[in-house]
Nanobody, 117 residues
Framework: QEQVVESGGGLVQPGGSLRLSCAYS????????SGWYRQAPGKPRELIAL???????DYLDSVKGRFTASTDNAANTMYLQMNNVKPEDTAVYYC???????????WGQGIQVTVSS
């Protein structure tokens, strides 16, 4: 059984919106930190949104003001709302969770987002 499952990717036109979801099993335990990464072809994986227990998420400058990361603890689901997307946002997107117990890392399977007209 998968512990972390992503959904919501696909093809979107420039200027459009898309919401990614990351459903995680409650059995993974208490979340210490979480976030969203992406990896474009030929480029290293980059952290685009980082969330912890304190304050608002931190964002990569290139997505700041366009992307919003959030968590619904009752639903065990993380979200990445992507607005005003650009072709350079095309990448495989991964959700990431670091749990408190044992400092274990969990990754989503990765989901393709393609921004093109």
């Amino acid at each position: 059984q998968e512990q972390v499952v992503e959904s919501g990717g696909g093809l979107v036109q420039p200027g459009g919106s898309l919401r990614l979801s990351c459903a995680y099993s409650g059995s993974i335990g208490s979340i210490h930190r979480s976030g969203w990464y992406r990896q474009a072809p030929g480029k290293p994986r980059e952290l685009i949104a980082l969330m912890d227990s304190f304050g608002s998420p931190d964002y990569l400058d290139s997505v700041k003001g366009r992307f919003t990361a959030s968590t619904d603890n009752a639903a065990n689901t993380m979200y990445l709302q992507m607005n005003n997307v650009k072709p350079e946002d095309t990448a495989v997107y991964y959700c990431w969770i670091l749990v408190t117990t044992g400092k274990l890392n969990y990754w989503g399977q990765g989901i393709q987002v393609t921004v093109s007209s």
